[in-house]
């Protein structure tokens, strides 16, 4: 069955500090893939997305992320982060236009002032 | 002018009885989703209707039935509510016009207690 694996559930952070999230998914064929960030007590919205193309992919608040197909993953960056960055941030896999979207479990992310 | 909308935003209920959660999207979309966030944020996708069509049906028990009245509307019955039903469920679409599914923009979740 097709998962997607988030492997760090909780990130701390210092301001101004550097993020990387990982991502990796199971599927083999096309994917489309996201990156969605849910703020506390917010619904979700989406940061960045990958279909085709360039597979740097910049998002909204400073966001980015690439497509590493050989390695089936999608890590999010962001080179310094912001208090208002505290939020959990989900990795998500549509694969081959099937509709169904494939949610990681989450990363909760907590940036210290 | 909210994009995805969910109605009501907290719903508290006992075990047995039964409710319903109703989604409205005024974006235009033609294609519609449910998703359960459980208390560990795990998200998992429930149903989705394409103009009024089912078109994913997971593994959810039959106590749960969506309806869609139109291709805005997305409807949640739940039958015989059980302590497991409690959870964030979120109400999602996305406009597709028979290509590609594009990306989904989700509602404000309904948070359900059940008692």
């Known amino acids: 069955a097709q998962s997607v694996s988030q492997h760090n559930h909780h990130v701390i952070l210092s301001e101004a500090a550097s993020l990387e999230l990982g991502c990796n998914y199971s599927y083999g064929g096309t994917v489309n893939l996201f990156w969605y960030v849910q703020y506390p007590g917010q619904h979700l919205q989406l940061l960045l997305k990958y279909f085709s193309g360039d597979p740097l992919v910049k998002g909204i608040k400073g966001f980015e992320a690439e497509f590493i197909k050989s390695k089936f993953s999608f890590n999010l960056r962001k080179p310094s982060v912001q208090w208002s960055d505290t939020a959990e941030y989900f990795c998500?896999?549509?694969?081959?236009?099937?509709?169904?979207?494939?949610f990681g479990s989450g990363t909760r992310l907590l940036v210290r002032p | 002018d909210t994009a995805v909308s969910q109605t009501p935003k907290y719903l508290v209920t006992q075990m047995g009885n039964d409710k319903s959660i109703k989604c409205e999207q005024n974006l235009g979309h033609d294609t519609m989703y449910w998703y359960k966030q459980d208390s560990k944020k795990f998200l998992k996708i429930m149903f989705s209707?394409?103009?009024?069509?089912?078109?994913i049906n997971e593994t959810v028990p039959n106590r749960f039935s969506p309806k869609s009245p139109d291709k805005a509307h997305l409807n949640l019955h739940i039958n015989s509510l059980e302590l497991g039903d409690s959870a964030v469920y979120f109400c999602?679409?996305?406009?597709?016009?028979?290509?590609?599914?594009?990306?989904?923009?989700f509602g404000p979740g309904t948070r359900l207690t059940v008692t």
């Open positions: 209707y394409n103009n009024k069509e089912l078109i």
């Open positions: 998500a896999v549509m694969r081959d236009s099937s509709y169904k979207l494939i």
């Open positions: 999602a679409s996305s406009q597709d016009y028979g290509g590609p599914p594009g990306e989904q923009y």
